[in-house]
């Protein structure tokens, strides 16, 4: 092989792996929740664009507090380490047979579907900032689920998911903590490979009798090429090694 041609080998390896090596963010439209703006006096308000919320009065989103203020003996604490100025709030309560003011059952999520596909060859990687409820914290063993999808059957099929719990999701109920679902490397024929990118929030797991709230920021979403690429910027360096050693 002569010079001339490993030169424009090893360049061609190194810009495809160069590009495949990095980690690509995948936008998560409202994943900060500052959307719709919602009044410092109006406390909290159900929904979030963007989002499919259920559960009625139980999903939404909120204002962070200017700093700690008392409402009525109870302390509401500013998030300390929030993302922009907004933060999603969701019930712990779980009990599919019962019915919240609005007359839907209470079950409580956020969820999207995104343009996006699980790409084979990529993994996943879903994160998102947990805290607890200052004014009302969940009960011990509360737990949140944090889930990547894909739809399938009319429903959304787990990829891969995240339990959290109240115990380990608090710091004083007043900063955020980040959580991550991660998914294998897509193989070409999973089941969800070139399907759509599905997130799901949902406090699911738990019972009747659970009572508080957790409190979410900054949902994002990235994917990273498989370690394959690692070999290959192995062989990269290989070959400019090969073009180094040679008199040329
Ligand atoms: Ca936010």
Redesign the pocket.
Same mark, same amino acid.
């Given at each position: 092989m002569n010079c001339g041609r490993i030169a424009s080998i090893s360049t061609l390896l190194t810009a495809v792996v160069g590009g495949a090596a990095r980690a690509g963010a995948i936008p998560v439209p409202n994943g900060?929740?500052?959307s719709p703006s919602v009044p410092l006096q109006d406390i909290a308000r159900p929904g979030a664009d963007n989002w499919v919320t259920t559960g009625g009065n139980n999903t939404g989103i909120f204002p962070n507090l200017p700093m700690d203020e008392n409402f009525g003996g109870v302390i509401a604490k500013r998030i300390t380490n929030? @993302?922009?100025?907004?933060?999603a709030y969701i019930a712990a309560i779980y009990d599919p047979t019962g019915t919240t003011d609005n007359g839907t059952p209470i079950v409580n999520e956020f969820y999207q579907q995104l343009p996006a596909v699980y790409q084979p060859g990529q993994s996943y990687t879903l994160s998102v900032g947990v805290t607890t409820s200052s004014a009302q914290p969940p009960d011990a063993g509360a737990k949140l689920r944090l889930e990547l999808y894909y739809p399938a059957n009319g429903g959304q099929q787990s990829v891969a998911s995240t339990l959290v719990t109240s115990d380990e999701a608090s710091v004083e109920n007043q900063l955020l903590k980040y959580y991550t679902v991660q998914t294998p490397v897509v193989a070409a024929g999973a089941a969800y490979a070139n399907q759509p990118i599905g997130i799901l929030l949902s406090t699911t797991d738990n019972g009747p009798t659970i009572g508080g709230t957790f409190d979410m @920021?900054?949902v994002t979403l990235a994917s990273i090429p498989e370690p394959a690429s690692a070999a290959l910027f192995a062989l990269g360096a290989l070959v400019v090694g090969i073009r180094r050693r040679r008199i040329c």
């Amino acid at each position: 092989m002569n010079c001339g041609r490993i030169a424009s080998i090893s360049t061609l390896l190194t810009a495809v792996v160069g590009g495949a090596a990095r980690a690509g963010a995948i936008p998560v439209p409202n994943g900060s929740f500052e959307s719709p703006s919602v009044p410092l006096q109006d406390i909290a308000r159900p929904g979030a664009d963007n989002w499919v919320t259920t559960g009625g009065n139980n999903t939404g989103i909120f204002p962070n507090l200017p700093m700690d203020e008392n409402f009525g003996g109870v302390i509401a604490k500013r998030i300390t380490n929030a @993302d922009g100025s907004q933060l999603a709030y969701i019930a712990a309560i779980y009990d599919p047979t019962g019915t919240t003011d609005n007359g839907t059952p209470i079950v409580n999520e956020f969820y999207q579907q995104l343009p996006a596909v699980y790409q084979p060859g990529q993994s996943y990687t879903l994160s998102v900032g947990v805290t607890t409820s200052s004014a009302q914290p969940p009960d011990a063993g509360a737990k949140l689920r944090l889930e990547l999808y894909y739809p399938a059957n009319g429903g959304q099929q787990s990829v891969a998911s995240t339990l959290v719990t109240s115990d380990e999701a608090s710091v004083e109920n007043q900063l955020l903590k980040y959580y991550t679902v991660q998914t294998p490397v897509v193989a070409a024929g999973a089941a969800y490979a070139n399907q759509p990118i599905g997130i799901l929030l949902s406090t699911t797991d738990n019972g009747p009798t659970i009572g508080g709230t957790f409190d979410m @920021d900054n949902v994002t979403l990235a994917s990273i090429p498989e370690p394959a690429s690692a070999a290959l910027f192995a062989l990269g360096a290989l070959v400019v090694g090969i073009r180094r050693r040679r008199i040329c």
